[in-house]
């Protein structure tokens, strides 16, 4: 196959979460009684939990009822065993090197951190993936982002993955493949990688992916939901384009209100005043983020409200037995249950007018997490929880002087 080429796929694992009610709609429009395999869907309750709205509980409603005639096994409901969809893929061995996932978010390309082809897609096809098990795609052209080094104290992957965004624009890699590979791939937690692929779309990526290695097989190997094998690019492959990056020079960097791509190096917004902080998502709420945040709110108060959010169960109790979640609670942060919380706006830490929230998590859309005349400024969890001590937009390499 060569990029441009159209394909008949049939992918690995086919996920959706609260929209899986919308899905089941079209899908019930096909007229067929049966999906194609019940055991390639994962159904995952996460955007609005527990239900805040009568609404969001008739669409929980309906994904239960539908779990129960389709024998759907790999269902997450309301309870202590689920989180956040993409890192439920990734946590239980969904995500896997060599896979096609599908799923019904947009940052379903987070699967790529494990090695897999994962993308978004629409309702209604994924009630056609359920119909028929195969969908279409337009094989990808590729980019090539080649890491080298390390990053500096206060530094991390959400920031290299801001500033790739700021420099390839927003349109930048649209419907192409995003490859990350290099070094600093390797020096990568998986975490990091996930960070990096989650905001694949933020520049348009059909898909974005990392080399798989070593840290990839050891995590998927008790994880596993099926066989798989790694695949990765040969050493003469084509590329539309390839950049490479020295993470040692990357620095704190900030999306400002109401774009991605509209970005800058931190110092340049530095001092801006925040009503909100919010760390957690699917982009930033792991072990390790919130771990960096209780390092630097520990022993100290947060001036503004403080949202924490870890991304799943095993997250929050991994945080517990820590000692990470008091740390930040005796900080003056509000730990709430795995979810996505305010990123969507759902509920969790909405904005009234005219506030301002600085957020770890992917969009900063207007109006996406309230009202449409709040701000949103984007960022690191170091940033973040720096942030949220000063009360305004702070440089986390200044931690030690708060």
Not at 60 to 69: D, G, P, S
Request: glycine residues 8%; aromatic residues 8%; hydrophobic residues 40%.
């Amino acid at each position: 196959m060569r990029a441009g080429d159209i394909v008949e796929a049939f992918p690995d694992f086919c996920m959706s979460h609260d929209n899986g009610a919308a899905v089941i709609d079209f899908f019930k429009k096909i007229n067929v009684e049966k999906v194609y395999d019940p055991k390639r869907i994962v159904l995952i309750l996460d955007h609005a939990i527990p239900a805040p709205t009568m609404k969001h509980a008739e669409n929980h409603a309906a994904v239960r009822r539908f779990v129960a005639e389709q024998g759907i096994e790999n269902f997450y409901d309301i309870t202590s065993q689920g989180g956040v969809c993409h890192q439920i893929m990734c946590e239980n061995g969904y995500a896997l090197p060599g896979l096609i996932n599908v799923g019904t978010d947009s940052h379903t390309c987070t699967h790529g951190a494990m090695g897999a082809f994962s993308t978004g897609i629409g309702r209604a096809e994924m009630a056609a993936v359920w119909a028929t098990g195969s969908l279409w795609f337009r094989v990808p052209e590729s980019i090539s982002v080649h890491l080298m080094g390390d990053f500096l104290p206060g530094v991390s992957a959400k920031d290299l993955i801001l500033t790739l965004i700021n420099d390839l624009r927003s349109d930048g890699a649209d419907y192409m493949s995003v490859e990350f590979s290099g070094e600093g791939v390797r020096h990568m937690p998986l975490g990091a990688r996930m960070t990096l692929c989650n905001m694949g779309i933020e520049m348009g990526a059909k898909n974005a992916v990392c080399q798989p290695d070593k840290k990839v097989y050891d995590w998927v190997a008790q994880r596993a939901k099926k066989s798989w094998e790694p695949l990765w690019a040969d050493d003469d492959a084509l590329y539309a384009k390839k950049v490479s990056y020295d993470l040692s020079k990357i620095v704190p960097f900030v999306a400002r209100p109401h774009f991605v791509d509209n970005g800058c190096p931190v110092t340049e917004a530095e001092g801006t005043p925040i009503d909100q902080a919010f760390i957690g998502s699917c982009t930033n709420g792991r072990l390790d983020d919130l771990r960096v945040a209780a390092d630097i709110l520990r022993g100290k108060k947060v001036s503004v409200r403080t949202i924490v959010i870890p991304c799943s169960w095993r997250v929050y109790r991994a945080a517990m037995n820590a000692g990470i979640l008091t740390d930040l609670l005796d900080a003056g942060c509000v730990v709430c249950n795995p979810g996505c919380g305010p990123c969507c706006g759902n509920h969790e830490g909405t904005l009234a007018a005219g506030e301002s929230c600085i957020s770890t998590a992917n969009r900063n859309f207007r109006g996406r997490m309230g009202d449409t005349s709040s701000n949103i400024y984007l960022a690191s969890p170091e940033t973040v929880a720096c942030s949220a001590l000063a009360g305004r937009i702070c440089d986390p390499r200044k931690a030690a002087k708060l």
